[in-house]
Antibody
């Protein structure tokens, strides 16, 4: 059974760094073809892809976030991480992590974690 | 960046009727190896999105055969035959052929 769960700080101030953790089970990020992606959704709005990391440590980022993103993984502990530097109120959103397997993206999603950026 | 234009923005359907959602891409979504990374997701109220269709027309595990994906190149369609109450929510198309990957803006399906 594949499960993913996001965790994060809940609230943070502008200019701080947002650190998110995705803890998963039911698959391994050391298996060929596996990946984890991060997607966010401001309240009442659509979905925005942020970043992916693959089994071989290959990484892809959304350039719209202008080098503020860093994705990483801890294979032995079944976790993936996303850092967003210099946050602004526009980063207020629900953040999801999701599994990627081979040719289908985001086949299992976490429940999401709400992050609020406010002074 | 690839822009995915979904129409209609919202759709009100009688239970048992068919619903059709269009997703038009600003570029062809056929990858160099011939595969097309076009997927459809449904986000039910208060829930995380769920994968319905991958590779244009392949239903993900457990997805009813009422959901039918079709299309090629730049034009794609999701048809839902015999709409049921649990089908309500927002439908998104998504492309992973071109970096950065992008979602459509969503189509809200309501039940009449």
């Amino acid at each position: 059974q594949v499960t993913l769960k996001e965790s994060g700080p809940g609230i943070l101030q502008p200019s701080q760094t947002l650190s998110l953790t995705c803890t998963f089970s039911g698959f391994s990020l050391s298996t060929y073809g596996m990946g984890v992606g991060w997607i966010r959704q401001p309240s009442g709005k659509g979905l925005e892809w942020l970043a992916n990391i693959w089994w071989d440590d290959d990484k892809y980022y959304n350039p719209s976030l202008k080098n503020r993103l860093t994705i990483s993984k801890d294979t032995s502990n079944n976790q993936a991480f996303l850092k967003i530097t210099n946050v602004d109120t526009a980063d207020t959103a629900t953040y999801y992590c999701a599994r990627i397997e081979g040719r289908h993206y985001f086949d299992y999603w976490g429940q999401g974690v709400m992050v609020t950026v406010s002074s | 960046d690839v822009v995915l234009t979904q129409t209609p923005v919202s759709l009100s359907v009688t239970l048992g009727d068919q619903a059709s959602i269009s997703c038009r891409s600003s570029q062809s979504l056929e990858y160099s190896d011939g595969y097309t990374y076009l997927e459809w997701y449904l986000q039910k109220p208060g829930q995380s999105p769920q994968l319905l269709i991958y590779g244009v027309s392949n239903r993900f595990s457990g997805v009813p055969d009422r959901f039918i994906g079709s299309g090629s190149g730049t034009d794609f369609t999701l048809k839902i035959s015999r709409v049921e109450p649990e089908d309500l929510g927002v439908y998104y198309c998504f492309q992973a052929t071109h970096d950065p990957f992008t979602f459509g803006s969503g189509t809200k399906l309501e039940i009449k």
